[in-house]
């Protein structure tokens, strides 16, 4: 028995004049092929019905469309293609009106761009984000969009990647009108009807100007583009959309489609574009774990936080704009204070900025309470721990926690690097204590590591996860073991960092080769804004078990006991003059490290950029294979997406194991080799890395669960 056919993904309905086509390819309605061939057809079937007079194109579903079919990605490609959907859309006799709600997103806009009206519901998203793919819009989208927006406002648009609400979509021109009610296609026919009424005849949008005044256009594009260069820092496609808009100051607009469409074909060769896309995946791949396929999450009503410096008042705000209650627990009432105005300041930040009304303010307030009794955490269904990185003082908390805390309350800790099977072990319920290691700023930053430790109920880890989502956090599962994840392979890049600092490197030479490969700060720069003396106190926490044949650079050590930790202290590898926020060059930085030179009997070298970001990326990968031969990473995505939302690795790079496999595993591995020559001990080759190339395998084949 035969199963049944399909149903169309567009299928077509006579409403009086009008020919509606509604667009069924759940969940987004993405431009599939069958989307493609679909619309091409509801436009020939209008132009041969004498009866019909306009044709509607609307969304079934969530949304008008929200962009290209990653189904698709990497396949060849089928006809038609999106251009020419889109170019037989404008140049339909008759008029078409797209009727918009949701997302109308990349091709989805594009689409809708090639109708001759457009209306928006109040719930509509409208953006041309191909550039977040390392892609520009490659359907008309750089020609269409400044006729419609202006020049100017569509660039930026496209540049930004950002999404358009309905009301800004019709205050640029994107749109036409405003949808009344919840139904875009009841709103889309009564619009149609409109038009039809009152006459309209079909306006396409290629037969509008691109710019008025050329000249004036062509200077906003170099300005622009100085921009653009500065703030991309090497990025290849956002300067091919300055450059396809410039075309269509010169050409035709069919020749500036075609020119769009070189650009946007030499995008889609770019390395950069496979690191983008990716990144795109793994963050997608990386919310699955073992424990969310099978477990259901606990329900999440009500959150305490213990601590409230930067880091717990950071994850407080985080949960209150989550729209969460929040119980912060203090020492002392001082304590409490300085914790209460910590999350006060971020909301008067906002308010003061116009980002936030008086009346929002204390309407979040109103769900934050202060105490300093662990007793007033009694009802609370988590708990975060955000103390003082000190495993006794983590055991204390944990104790109190343990006696007050409701049964199945979800007891984590945020520690960075702290055993956390350790601090499990100290309790009576080992089974609902978990890691959530957020990164600071906690209330900005993405990232947040699920710290899995060995006794943990399987249904704790999907409340972290489905705590992540609540959040907006992209959650990344870890094990146990010192620094996790990110920490752990940030300690030993850092380490080879030092070396070449002790070999004959600045630390600036070192932080402009980090940037030119794409990261916004470099080691010592970051280092110096989140303050010389953790990594201090790490340091010397890790002492008594450092392996004496290892070596260890001691210049770090010298600026921390002179009391330079960086911006805070006004110096620290770099000098802050003034309270400035931007460091120059310390000469006498210079001085401590060929002091310490000439202590470790080291006579310096000259490394070139290229070399420095060998050495630097070579520890990454490394320790990186390490992380995932243990177990701690489950796949080498998961140490990617780390790495892209925590610790400021290139997105268009795609992360560190994936530059790895662009790079070749063989190559990274003979560099590890060469460097062995030197320090045999510090670079080991991870034995996954050699057995990958051994095997002629990337690390891209071990991410699949």
């Not at 949008?205 to 906003?220: I, K, W």
Request: glycine residues 10%; contains cysteine.
């Amino acid at each position: 028995m035969s199963s049944p056919a399909a149903a169309p993904a567009v299928q077509t309905a006579r409403h009086g004049a009008v020919l509606v086509a509604t667009l069924h390819n759940p969940p987004v309605n993405a431009l599939s092929v069958e989307v493609r061939r679909g619309l091409l057809q509801a436009v020939e079937q209008a132009e041969a019905d004498p009866e019909v007079r306009a044709l509607l194109l609307v969304g079934a579903g969530r949304g008008f469309i929200a962009g290209a079919d990653i189904r698709e990605f990497g396949k060849p490609p089928q006809p038609p293609s999106l251009p020419d959907v889109c170019n037989r859309i404008e140049a339909c006799s008759k008029p078409v009106i797209a009727a918009i709600h949701g997302a109308a997103l990349g091709g989805g806009l594009e689409v809708a761009m090639a109708a001759h009206y457009r209306l928006a519901m109040a719930d509509a998203r409208l953006g041309l984000p191909e550039v977040q793919l390392g892609l520009i819009p490659g359907a008309g989208g750089t020609q269409r969009a400044p006729r419609l927006m202006g020049l100017k406002p569509a660039v930026e648009l496209m540049l930004s990647g950002r999404h358009l609400g309905a009301a800004q979509a019709l205050e640029t021109g994107l749109v036409d009108r405003l949808g009344e009610g919840g139904d875009a296609a009841a709103a889309g026919l009564a619009y149609a009807h409109q038009l039809l009424a009152a006459r309209a005849v079909v306006r396409r949008t290629c037969d509008g100007s691109l710019a008025d005044d050329v000249e004036a256009a062509r200077a906003t594009l170099q300005q622009i583009r100085a921009e653009t260069a500065t703030k991309t820092r090497g990025l290849f496609s956002p300067l091919k959309i300055v450059e396809a808009v410039e075309a269509g100051l010169d050409l035709p607009f069919e020749d500036a489609l075609r020119h769009e469409r070189q650009l946007f074909l030499q995008c889609i060769d770019s390395p950069q574009r496979a690191g983008l896309i990716h990144a795109f995946f793994a963050e997608r791949e990386v919310v699955k774990a073992p424990e969310t396929r099978d477990h259901a999450p606990r329900p999440i009503a009500s959150v305490g936080v213990v601590g409230g410096g930067t880091m717990g008042a950071g994850i407080a705000v985080a949960v209150l704009d989550a729209g969460l209650p929040v119980t912060m627990v203090e020492r002392d009432a001082q304590a409490l204070a300085r914790g209460r105005a910590n999350v006060e300041k971020v909301y008067d930040a906002l308010v003061a900025k116009g980002r936030l009304s008086a009346q929002a303010r204390a309407a979040v307030l109103a769900r934050f309470q202060g105490s300093t009794a662990y007793a007033d955490l009694a009802g609370a269904d988590l708990v975060i721990e955000a103390v003082f990185e000190d495993i006794a003082v983590k055991h204390a908390v944990f104790a109190e926690l343990d006696r007050v805390c409701k049964p199945g309350a979800v007891l984590a800790t945020n520690t960075s690097y702290l055993d956390i099977d350790a601090i499990a072990a100290g309790v009576s319920r080992p089974q609902d204590v978990i890691g959530l290691h957020f990164f600071s700023p906690a209330n900005i930053m993405k990232l947040l590591e699920i710290v899995v430790p060995a006794r943990v109920s399987p249904e704790v880890v999907a409340t972290a996860f489905d705590l992540a989502r609540t959040l907006g956090k992209v959650p990344v599962r870890a094990g146990v073991c010192d620094g996790f994840i990110g920490n752990r392979i940030l300690a030993r890049y850092r380490q080879a960092a030092d070396f070449l600092m002790e070999d004959g490197a600045s630390p600036y030479e070192i932080d402009e080769a980090v940037r030119a490969f794409g990261y916004p700060m470099g080691p010592y720069q970051v280092s110096d804004l989140a303050g010389g003396d953790i990594g201090w106190a790490t340091r010397k926490r890790r002492a008594p078990t450092r392996d004496p044949r290892a070596r260890y650079v001691q210049i770090p050590d010298r600026l921390c006991e002179r009391g330079w930790f960086g911006q805070k202290t006004g110096r620290g590898y770099y000098l802050y003059p003034q309270g400035s926020r931007t460091g120059v060059p310390d000469p006498e930085v210079l001085a401590i490290i060929d002091a310490e030179r000439q202590r470790a009997g080291i006579r310096p070298r000259r490394f070139t950029p290229e070399e420095i970001q060998r050495r630097y990326l070579a520890a990454m990968v490394n320790e990186g294979a390490n992380v995932l031969r243990e177990g701690i990473a489950l796949r080498p995505l998961d140490i990617d997406v780390t790495f892209l939302h925590g610790y400021g690795f290139p997105r268009f790079r795609g992360g560190p194991m994936k530059y790895a496999d662009t790079v070749g595993l063989d190559r990274v591995l003979a560099d590890i080799c060469e460097f062995a020559q030197d320090d045999p001990l510090f670079w080991q080759p991870s034995p996954l890395l050699v057995e990958l190339v051994g095997q002629g395998r990337n690390f891209d084949s071990l991410n699949r669960l």
